[in-house]
């Protein structure tokens, strides 16, 4: 454990801190639901198919719903009532409800009521039973193939066409990847609605459907099996369907998600509220399916500059942290993110990252940590390219870090030729294999550059969540603390599908997974 | 003109004129005698002499990854090479800002929106939120631009407005559904409201999208065009030295990389 820098009472204190900020998000959360929660529902309940025109069938249903200004009441209670009519199936639930004016249902009495809820009830939990059946496979796989120690080295795939993907993911296991990320085609966290079936054309990266989920799986089922070493599967579980691809990628097996509380209202523009209440149900299901998150914090440092802005990174992985632990996620499941991205042309650039990353080390010593590598001042320089790639390596393995997306020669011009990846994860291994225990042959002077370093960006990152927790959490992102980005509470995207619950709302998942 | 004398060069690996150059590329074949063999065929096919297959690298099982050094005999004339010498350089995110902060010494603003029935919002999402397209950021995220994204299904008349009261300085306009030319449609309804608001010709008008040229953006009345590929770093570098020759700071005819043609 590289040095402790920080009394073990001030980082209580931040954490404390980041439970005050995230407390009074929590009453808006309990209070709200969304048309992407309520499709969750939908989809928990089997209705992953597709209408007309690849319309998905949970859009269908919950649109129909929202119109007739009956989805307050939760999706899964008229799902009772479509099978109370008579449905025998998912499918045939959602022509009836769609088909009936839904406000000219009659009312039902307490007992039928109650007999109605318990009858989904008892439904939603065998869809769970089925869901964490499906979950053990996975960790049978992963216990009779293990994986090696951390980091786990973690490469992109984004060609936008599944099936190329799956060729390029298979020669990167080979290669000894760990950890395989399909790149989402641009702009799909702004779509409201999971696209439907295999797809074969994206634009800079591949759809993220249910059924490209199941493909890419399946291959690196396939893949493990021969490498005896098993090949996790990441996502994003972003945008404005966060519990949707939550519960796809849950259903398919994957093992990680791009997650973050915060990241789709800074980066994306999406409403502030609708994100944080979409997030929290997203979660529910990453902690019930053993889905490790990868939160974006990195982002902030490609946005403002990393030196300068290194506290916002620290404080908001406070909050992400507090968010994830209330909706029953484990340290283990935190892949806390961070970057190496310091301009190289500062002085001292290792000592500042080694600084921040033992840091972020300190703060969460039992979190995997998901450490990015540098982006944003990446030339076209390959070899230097390679060399900066290679110090972000050797911080990685002297911070423990559990995740590591491996940079790429080439970052700065296109997606990675096939080579790109084999020689980023031959020299990757050849550091992790150099410097495995560094950490525990060194220790940092409490009184040097490194141990000041981080004091001082901790003390700011204090004094920001106190700030955030002086004006409220809404406030500080207006005023743009985070990534230099301000939003505003009914800004954005999405906030039209913000529904606050009616008082006999019903929601058996939710009900489920709290109670987990 | 007097032509300049010739001055033949080649490329210089440790000895003038050794015409050594360094290859990697990787072939769709598992790593064998035969694929090292391959490897040296293609580089002598392209035309090199002397090769010497440095690695052959098993990159996955049926993908195996060279690094070759071979000479070449071919020679250029370098007094015959022709670039004009206005020419810019195109502008990375962090020099374009810093050129911004030195030369403009203000923050650009710039609107977008998809404007008409259109609900498409890939195109402006990729050009000006901060996520950008292909690890190119947006417009959002340049700290010398001021970027507002108004997303889709946006009238016309409503964009200007809302970028005249920002004294907006450019405002791009995305078309992507492009059913029976509803985009040359709504372009020009767009192009007619601006010069009823009194902005065209003034205002850096922008038309972007996947069958959008910069020859049919000028037929319909805008300053530039954009199609598929741009990045927003294109639409970036071109809105700072349109900007800059429209407010007399740099000549009119100056060139740069990557403009619109």
């Known amino acids: 454990m590289p040095g402790p820098f920080i009394e073990d009472a001030r ?25 992407s929660t309520e499709r969750t529902v939908l989809r928990f309940f089997g209705l992953s198919g597709a209408g007309a025109r690849g319309v998905p069938l949970a859009n269908l249903m919950v649109d129909k719903l929202k119109a007739a200004g009956v989805l307050n009441k939760g999706a899964a209670y008229w799902y009772g009532r479509a099978l109370q009519l008579g449905a025998k199936s998912p499918l045939e639930a959602v022509e009836r409800l769609t088909a009936l004016p839904t406000e000219k249902l009659a009312p039902l009495s307490p007992e039928q009521e109650h007999n109605l809820r318990e009858e989904v009830r008892a439904e939603a939990r065998a869809a769970l039973d089925d869901l964490k059946a499906r979950i053990a496979q996975r960790e049978e796989l992963r216990k009779q193939f293990p994986m090696p120690p951390a980091p786990h080295k973690y490469v992109i795939v984004a060609t936008g066409n599944i099936y190329d993907d799956v060729d390029q993911a298979r020669a990167a296991a080979q290669a000894g990847a760990d950890v ?3 790149i989402r085609s641009t702009a799909q966290s702004l779509l409201d609605y999971v696209p439907h079936g295999a797809t074969t054309e994206g634009y800079g990266g591949t759809y993220a459907t249910q059924e490209n989920f199941r493909i890419m799986r399946e291959a690196l089922d396939d893949e493990s099996r021969k490498l005896k070493r098993y090949i996790q599967l990441t996502n994003y579980s972003s945008g404005l369907c966060m519990s949707e691809i939550a519960f796809c990628a849950a259903y398919e097996k994957l093992d ?24 929290y149900f997203s979660r529910r299901i990453c902690a019930l399916a053993g889905i490790i998150i990868n939160t974006g914090e990195d982002n902030y440092i490609t946005t403002a500059d990393a030196y300068d802005a290194a506290h916002t990174v620290i404080a908001s992985q406070f909050i992400n942290e507090c968010f994830a632990k209330r909706a029953g996620l484990k340290d283990w499941q935190l892949g806390i993110g961070h970057a190496y991205e310091i301009d190289p042309y500062r002085e001292d650039t290792l000592l500042l990252e080694l600084s921040q990353a033992m840091l972020v080390r300190r703060c969460f010593p039992d979190a ?11 030339e076209t320089d390959i070899f230097f390219s390679h060399t900066y790639d290679v110090m972000a390596n050797l911080v990685a393995m002297w911070t423990r870090q559990g995740i590591q997306l491996l940079g790429m020669m080439t970052e700065a011009m296109h997606t ?28 940092v002077r409490e009184d040097g550059k490194i141990a000041n370093r981080a004091r001082e960006v901790f003390a700011r990152a204090e004094q920001l969540l106190q700030e955030c927790r002086d004006e409220g959490m809404v406030t500080a992102i207006g005023r743009g603390h985070f990534g230099d980005v301000k939003r505003e509470e009914t800004g954005g995207k ?15 998942f939710l009900e489920l997974l709290e109670a987990q | 003109m007097v032509k300049p004398s010739k001055q033949i060069i080649r490329p210089y690996g440790d000895r003038r004129d050794d015409g050594v150059v360094q290859l990697s590329f990787t072939l769709p074949v598992p790593l064998s005698e035969k694929a090292k063999e391959a490897a040296a065929v293609f580089t002598k096919k392209m035309g090199f002499t002397d090769v010497k297959v440095a690695a052959a690298e098993r990159a996955a099982d049926a993908y195996t990854f060279f690094i070759v050094y071979a000479r070449s005999s071919v020679a250029l004339d370098y007094a015959e090479i022709d670039v004009p010498e206005v020419v810019v350089k195109k502008m990375s995110f962090d020099d374009l800002n810093a050129f911004i902060k030195e030369k403009v010494k203000r923050r650009i603003v710039v609107f977008g929106a998809c404007t008409g029935t259109d609900t498409h919002t890939v195109g402006i999402d990729a050009i000006l939120n901060m996520k950008g397209y292909a690890g190119d950021y947006g417009l959002e995220r340049y700290p010398w631009f001021e970027a507002f994204n108004l997303g889709s299904q946006v009238p016309n008349e409503d964009l200007i407005k809302r970028a005249m009261a ?10 992507v559904v492009t059913q029976r030319d509803v985009h040359k449609d709504n372009s020009r309804h767009f192009i007619e409201a601006a010069k009823a608001a009194g902005i065209h010709g003034k205002v850096q008008l922008l038309l972007g999208g996947p069958r959008v040229d910069h020859k049919l953006a000028l037929e319909l009345g805008f300053d530039a065009g954009f ?4 990045k927003p770093s294109d639409v970036a570098n071109y809105i700072v030295h349109a900007l800059l020759k429209k407010e007399g700071k740099e000549p009119k005819d100056a060139h740069y990389q990557g403009e619109p043609q």
């Open chain 1, 368 to 378: 995997p940590l998901k450490y990015m590598p540098p982006t944003k001042h990446k």
């Open chain 1, 180 to 182: 395989i990320a399909v």
């Open chain 1, 416 to 443: 990675p030729l096939l080579a790109d990846r084999y020689v980023a994860l031959k020299s990757a291994a050849y550091i992790h294999r150099a410097a495995r225990g560094i950490d525990e042959e060194f220790t």
């Open chain 2, 227 to 230: 199609g598929p590929g741009t």
């Open chain 1, 11 to 35: 980082i209580e204190h931040a954490r404390k801190l980041a439970d005050e900020i995230v407390n009074p998000i929590f009453d808006l959360i309990r209070r709200n639901t969304t048309v």
């Open chain 1, 494 to 508: 999405g906030l039209d599908g913000v529904l606050e619950k009616a008082p006999d709302y019903f929601n058996p």
């Open chain 1, 256 to 279: 990680m998600l791009l997650n973050d509380a915060m990241y789709g209202i800074l980066f994306r523009d999406i409403n502030m509220r609708r994100t944080f209440i979409d997030q």
């Open chain 2, 166 to 175: 920002r004294n907006a300085d450019a405002i791009l306009v995305s078309q």
